[in-house]
């Protein structure tokens, strides 16, 4: 199985999907970065009526980061903002090797329970996940705003 996850994370940093930022006034950009690592995200997040449309992704660091980032860039498209943001705490619960719920983490995302063995790669690999977490948590209070 551990086989099998490091493939899935390795396709994922070699092949990232969803990278590149585009020019787009409407995006919102967050820009996130892990000193103790030296990776660095920035994220472009496009919601609509309370839905997340697409989620693009840029930067640098360790295989365990960028692999995240891409993962979670389609765990999170076409997913209420409400739903996004439960997605994001099931990812924490799996990291934390805490129980998650099978049915809504996307199943790529299982390739990173193993992290919660090296606690140094936690921050590695919930970077993104803060970036856009962050995002969704500010469309979230100026929507209710």
Not at 72 to 100: C, D, N, R, W
Request: aromatic share 8%; glycine share 6%.
């Amino acid at each position: 199985m551990q086989e099998l996850y490091r493939q899935v994370i390795m396709d994922h940093y070699k092949y990232p999907r969803n990278k590149g930022l585009i020019s787009d006034s409407k995006a919102l950009m967050i820009h996130l970065n892990n000193p103790t690592c030296g990776d660095e995200i920035t994220i472009q997040l496009f919601t609509e009526e309370g839905n997340i449309k697409k989620v693009l992704h840029e930067g640098s660091g360790c295989s365990i980061c960028c692999a995240s980032a891409s993962v979670m860039s389609v765990a999170l498209e076409k997913h209420t903002i409400k739903e996004g943001i439960q997605i994001i705490s099931e990812f924490y619960e799996l990291i934390k090797g805490m129980p998650y719920n099978t049915d809504i983490l996307f199943k790529d995302a299982v390739a990173f329970s193993g992290v919660s063995q090296f606690p140094a790669r936690i921050k590695c690999a919930t970077l993104s996940w803060k970036a856009v977490e962050k995002g969704l948590q500010s469309i979230k209070e100026e929507s209710h705003g």
